[in-house]
């Protein structure tokens, strides 16, 4: 029978916790949670006690371990690459530009978002902007001009060639 009750190897008892309670997604932990992650380790405590003991997951305290030696610091850093230019609301805007009238020219396009929202863009940033939302330029097909008296002209040739095989 279990009484939620777990014995640790330093002879240490705990309170079983809930799975769901321990296993977040994505949350960064605070500098309250992680000094004394880095202070455990600096006391040559094994990351499975400092797990242990701070109810953080095993992954979690290597990783903090891990980025306090490469870096030296324990702080989130800045995300790498260029920021992007458009916000969500001039993403919102040039849809709603591109869907009520989708024959205009990224040129166009480009001077409007400038006029009502302020930004700045090349028409080549507005292409690739469409392209990721899913809207896609291209040139129609080119189809002959059939009139009657083209038909009557390649209606013989038609049955000439019908029976031809590769």
């Given at each position: 029978?279990?009484?939620?009750?777990?014995?640790?190897?330093?002879?240490?008892?705990?309170?079983?916790?809930?799975?769901?309670?321990?296993?977040?997604r994505s949350q960064e932990l605070s500098d309250s949670k992680c000094g004394p992650v880095i202070g455990g380790h600096l006391g040559n405590k094994?990351?499975?006690?400092?797990?242990?003991?701070?109810?953080?997951?095993r992954s979690t305290?290597?990783?903090?371990?891990?980025?306090?030696?490469?870096?030296?610091?324990?702080?989130?850093?800045?995300?790498?690459g260029r920021p992007r230019h458009m916000t969500g609301r001039g993403q919102r805007m040039l849809k709603r530009t591109v869907r009520r009238s989708h024959q205009l020219?990224?040129?166009s396009i480009a001077k409007d978002l400038q006029t009502w929202c302020g930004l700045q863009m090349s028409p080549t940033t507005v292409?690739?902007?469409?392209?990721?939302?899913?809207?896609?330029?291209?040139?129609?097909?080119s189809k002959p001009?059939?009139?009657?008296?083209?038909?009557?002209?390649?209606m013989p040739w038609c049955k000439a060639c019908r029976h031809w095989t590769q």
């Open positions: 029978m279990d009484t939620g009750v777990y014995n640790h190897p330093l002879g240490m008892q705990t309170a079983s916790t809930n799975i769901g309670e321990r296993m977040g094994s990351i499975r006690d400092i797990s242990w003991l701070l109810n953080i997951p305290v290597s990783g903090i371990i891990t980025k306090w030696k490469q870096l030296g610091t324990t702080a989130t850093q800045p995300p790498s020219p990224a040129e292409r690739r902007e469409l392209h990721g939302m899913g809207f896609h330029g291209r040139a129609a097909a001009s059939i009139t009657k008296c083209n038909a009557k002209r390649r």
